[in-house]
């Protein structure tokens, strides 16, 4: 055995955040699991042929459910944190316009790719082995679409073809206002992931609603529990995170991603994407009244520096905006609440950027005068504080020092 392979085999199977005791009890559940693989969850890993022995042993090693066969108690999990678990959207619901043929969304990928060859910022993000690559050849992606490397698999991310996919014809169905209200739409993004193609465990800063074209994809999806929430954090700036603790997180699902369903995955949901078939995928992002518990959450766990800080202050600004949407839709206790939640991170976000402090003081001061906030008890529970809610607020969670010095 060449020595790499030793030392991940160590890496994985010692997850520096256990204990042994505790690694024993998962070991355990992990052997019970085992023999209960769900047959649903067995059909949808046959997908993997062709995919290495451990990739395989892996996904079986994941306690997972099929959205058919979830459990009445991980239903419980999903929907505390999301209002909903992960749902199916046929495809034609999605479409303000004619889909593109797979032939047309190749050809206009080659343009694309030849028009930007010498640009020093290209309009896409190309990954190889799953790490961003500035280097690699892009078209490489494309070429890999005929002939699939398990070995470096090249794919490019969040490129856009307005030619023949303009900026809204892909959007929320309707019928997703059952689930979730999705206000903001926008972001429309394209991939494209030969086969073999693998994302590791991460969130994403929206709540995301994803279509396939052409390609066929194994999507693993966890809830953003706070024990969830806790192991990521701990496993983030390691490499296979899927590995590490993929058997130690709770409420997993496991879905193919096809051209028949649009897949929502709900804000701050742990997720991991496999391409069994290689071809285009197409994303939105939106927001909703109760992503500011997510979003409250993901700030707790301090889950918004990861990637470089990359989108920190698209998390931050969307807290804002998904806590206005919350205070304007019914939903001002959930609003409230989440704001509360992560109020220390808050505060000392607050402290270095007055121009957000500023835009979330002008949102309670609004709050503050609307007849909405009478009579609320805040969720801290500070006694004697429920006759005067609207001074206890002001004086504990918005920043009027800032305000004033405007
Ligand atoms: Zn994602
Ligand atoms: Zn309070």
């Given at each position: 055995?060449?020595?790499?392979?030793?030392?991940?085999?160590?890496?994985?199977?010692?997850?520096?955040?256990?204990?042994?005791?505790?690694?024993?009890?998962?070991?355990?559940?992990?052997?019970?699991?085992?023999?209960?693989?769900?047959?649903?969850?067995?059909?949808?890993?046959?997908?993997?042929?062709?995919?290495?022995?451990?990739?395989?042993?892996?996904?079986?090693?994941?306690?997972?459910?099929?959205?058919?066969?979830?459990?009445?108690?991980?239903?419980?999990?999903?929907?505390?944190?999301?209002?909903?678990?992960?749902?199916?959207?046929?495809?034609?619901?999605?479409w303000g316009g004619q889909p593109p043929t797979d032939v047309a969304l190749f050809l206009a990928t080659m343009k694309m790719i030849s028009e930007s060859k010498s640009?020093?910022?290209?309009?896409?993000?190309?990954?190889?082995?799953?790490?961003?690559?500035?280097?690699?050849?892009?078209?490489?992606?494309?070429?890999?679409?005929w002939s699939p490397d398990p070995a470096m698999?090249?794919?490019?991310?969040?490129?856009?073809?307005?030619?023949?996919?303009?900026?809204?014809?892909?959007?929320?169905?309707?019928?997703?206002?059952?689930?979730?209200?999705?206000?903001?739409?926008?972001?429309?993004?394209l991939l494209v992931t030969p086969t073999y193609s693998k994302t590791d465990l991460h969130i994403d800063p929206g709540e995301g609603l994803s279509l396939s074209l052409g390609s066929e994809k194994l999507c693993l999806l966890f809830p953003g529990t706070k024990h969830n929430l806790d192991m990521l954090q701990k496993a983030e700036g390691q490499k296979e995170k899927l590995a590490r603790i993929g058997r130690y997180l709770e409420g997993g699902l496991i879905t193919n991603m096809t051209s028949s369903h649009a897949i929502h995955i709900p804000l701050g949901s742990i997720h991991s994407v496999l391409t069994t078939n290689g071809g285009f995928l197409i994303t939105i992002d939106f927001i909703a009244p109760t992503s500011a518990k997510s979003y409250s959450s993901l700030l707790s766990t301090g889950l918004d520096r990861v990637d470089g800080r990359r989108y920190q202050n698209v998390y931050f600004d969307r807290f804002i905006s998904s806590i206005e949407l919350a205070l304007d839709n019914n939903r001002v206790l959930l609003g409230i609440d989440s704001w509360v939640k992560s109020s220390d991170r808050i505060e000392e976000w607050a402290g270095g950027h007055p121009t957000w402090s500023r835009k979330a003081t002008k949102m309670w001061n609004r709050f503050l005068k609307s007849p909405e906030s009478k009579n609320i008890l805040c969720p801290c529970g500070e006694p004697g504080q429920s006759q005067f809610f609207q001074e206890h607020f002001k004086c504990h969670y918005i920043f009027e020092r800032l305000d004033r010095h405007r």
């Open positions: 055995m060449p020595p790499q392979r030793v030392q991940r085999e160590h890496r994985r199977y010692n997850p520096h955040s256990l204990t042994e005791d505790q690694d024993q009890d998962l070991k355990a559940t992990h052997d019970s699991q085992e023999s209960i693989l769900q047959n649903g969850v067995r059909r949808l890993l046959e997908g993997l042929d062709g995919f290495d022995e451990s990739t395989k042993a892996l996904l079986e090693s994941i306690p997972l459910s099929t959205l058919d066969d979830i459990s009445e108690g991980d239903k419980n999990l999903w929907e505390q944190v999301h209002t909903t678990y992960p749902r199916l959207f046929q495809s034609k619901k999605c640009s020093s910022n290209p309009p896409y993000t190309a990954f190889c082995r799953g790490e961003i690559d500035g280097e690699v050849d892009p078209s490489i992606a494309l070429a890999q679409l698999p090249v794919s490019l991310v969040g490129f856009n073809l307005p030619e023949i996919l303009p900026k809204t014809i892909f959007r929320a169905p309707e019928e997703m206002s059952l689930y979730i209200e999705p206000f903001e739409e926008g972001n429309q993004q």
